[in-house]
């Protein structure tokens, strides 16, 4: 069976000096993801050129720039999320993924969808990256999977972070076609995030099933980070020999 799904694996890091050593050895493409506290991020974003470029020189692939996990609802958003998107324009990755924030209590999640939307068509402009909502629980969120399915966004489904198996399925039926990434990983009743198990194999089964185009990038917990290389090369050949 012919399809075009691309595996990566996750890769982060939160300082200047922790970036030699995480991308010294990437040999799987990746989702780059930045520093996820904005107080970190603040302190290397003068250095993301100089970062693209070692990107490049090392030939990693990258699939897709995780962004800081900052308020969209916020206009600062603006500011950080452009440098996001045009750090993945330099460095050729696909998407972006972006965190819908929680709204506070006395603002109603319409006024607060209303000005995330503003925002993230005004830096979507700007970039040739899609800029894709990743999926949460927790009715606080601005963009609730729901609500991402309403307005019709890419999506980043992130199977991890759903709660039953049913709400994840029915999601890549009905809106496969806007689902821009999946951060694949399994999850227990007290812990996500965890090494793929035979659910995971069915989500992509359903994927390839409906001739869906796109990235999974595989997001383990850091005691598992040993196992994603081995995982993804698993994922690629079991797929491939379909």
């Known amino acids: 069976m012919e399809h075009r799904i691309k595996f990566g694996i996750r890769c982060s890091f939160n300082f200047l000096e922790d970036f030699e050593s995480r991308f010294r050895n990437i040999t799987e493409p990746i989702e780059l993801a930045l520093p996820h506290r904005m107080d970190e991020y603040m302190k290397i974003r003068a250095h993301l050129d100089e970062l693209?470029?070692?990107i490049k020189d090392r030939g990693?692939?990258?699939?897709?720039?995780?962004?800081?996990?900052?308020?969209?609802?916020?206009?600062?958003?603006?500011?950080?999320?452009?440098?996001?998107?045009?750090?993945?324009?330099?460095?050729?990755?696909?998407?972006?993924?972006?965190?819908?924030n929680s709204v506070a209590r006395d603002t109603s999640r319409q006024t607060a969808q209303e000005?995330?939307?503003?925002?993230?068509?005004?830096?979507?402009?700007?970039?040739?990256?899609?800029?894709a909502i990743k999926t949460f629980e927790g009715n606080r969120r601005v963009f609730r999977p729901q609500d991402i399915i309403q307005l019709k966004l890419p999506m980043v489904l992130d199977v991890a972070h759903l709660f039953f198996h049913e709400e994840v399925l029915k999601i890549i039926h009905n809106y496969h076609q806007n689902i821009s990434m999946v951060h694949?990983?399994?999850r227990s009743d007290n812990k996500s995030h965890l090494p793929i198990d035979d659910f995971c194999i069915e989500v992509v089964n359903l994927l390839i099933s409906y001739g869906w185009e796109g990235s999974v990038i595989l997001e383990y917990l850091p005691c598992y980070h040993y196992k994603l290389?081995?995982?993804?090369?698993?994922?690629?050949?079991?797929f491939q020999n379909l």
């Open 52 to 54: 693209a470029n070692k």
């Open 60 to 100: 990693i692939k990258v699939l897709s720039v995780h962004a800081p996990q900052g308020h969209i609802t916020d206009s600062f958003f603006l500011t950080w999320g452009y440098e996001a998107g045009r750090f993945a324009d330099t460095v050729g990755a696909e998407n972006v993924t972006v965190h819908p």
């Open 115 to 131: 000005i995330a939307l503003r925002y993230l068509r005004m830096v979507q402009r700007r970039c040739k990256a899609r800029i």
């Open 184 to 186: 694949l990983s399994a």
């Open 229 to 238: 290389k081995e995982d993804c090369q698993f994922l690629r050949e079991w």
